[in-house]
């Protein structure tokens, strides 16, 4: 999504970027201390930094019929599952709190860095992991089961696809700042988009060990046309994950969802 500007293919403007990568339970952390002016955030995470943070409208993580999975060295029921301390990448990230939705409430959990949550069931010292991440494409290989594709499940409850991390930038920026931060940002996923094998080839730098086909895949999962633009189906599926938080009680406040225009 920013090799554009990485690789100095979109024109920056006004603008100056310092590329921060930083785990999604990092950067959630940061964003309740409004630490950087632009970031990746868990859509979970936007509720409890609304008032500091504005929803870019591109950028978004969105998968339909897929998404985090829950893997155990043997497949287990749900029932088992909601009995079961399940190792989780960070309590803030939409994963955990889709997990809960599919639950039906609280569970047994610890959090664990997510490139270390194969490891952990697979040494067994958990009985059950979720998978963000590269792990959704890796974990058969690795020989563990799928218990449950949340990405799968809530496209079956909603018939909507499932937005996990979206992007936001500081409201102390401004709107005309913001508007044109939007405008900077959107150029440099579709630059990404249209020069796929170049921006790919870059953040290969990042994919953990992957293979060129893996990546690939994976990036085609979460970068397509609604990250380009969330588009009325984007903005509904943000609004139902949200609602179903609010309904729950995942939120201290409200939740008042607002995209820069």
Do not use: C, K
Not at 47 to 57: C, G, K, S
Request: glycine letters at 10%; hydrophobic letters at 45%.
């Amino acid at each position: 999504m920013f090799w554009g500007l990485a690789a100095d293919r979109v024109d920056a403007r006004a603008f100056e970027f310092e590329h921060v990568l930083e785990d999604i339970q990092t950067l959630n952390e940061w964003a309740l201390e409004g630490r950087l002016e632009v970031t990746a955030i868990s859509l979970h995470t936007y509720p409890f930094v609304q008032e500091r943070y504005v929803i870019l409208p591109h950028g978004a993580s969105m998968g339909s019929g897929y998404g985090p999975v829950v893997v155990a060295t043997r497949p287990l029921t749900r029932a088992e599952l909601g009995a079961t301390e399940v190792a989780v990448p960070g309590r803030m990230t939409t994963a955990f709190l889709v997990l809960r939705f599919f639950l039906g409430g609280d569970f047994r959990y610890r959090e664990v860095p997510f490139d270390r949550i194969m490891d952990e069931v697979e040494e067994g010292r958990a009985e059950a992991g979720l998978l963000i991440h590269e792990g959704q494409l890796t974990y058969e290989s690795r020989g563990l089961a799928r218990v449950v594709d949340l990405g799968e499940w809530w496209l079956l409850e909603t018939g909507l696809p499932l937005p996990l991390g979206i992007n936001v930038a500081r409201r102390d920026l401004g709107e005309e700042t913001l508007r044109e931060l939007s405008d900077v940002l959107r150029d440099s996923i579709r630059a990404g988009l249209a020069n796929r094998e170049e921006a790919l080839a870059y953040a290969l730098q990042f994919g953990r060990g992957l293979t060129t086909e893996l990546a690939d895949r994976f990036v085609g999962m979460y970068v397509n046309e609604l990250t380009e633009d969330y588009g009325e189906e984007g903005r509904q599926a943000v609004a139902e994950l949200l609602r179903r938080g609010e309904a729950a009680g995942a939120f201290e406040r409200p939740v008042r969802v607002e995209f820069i225009q």
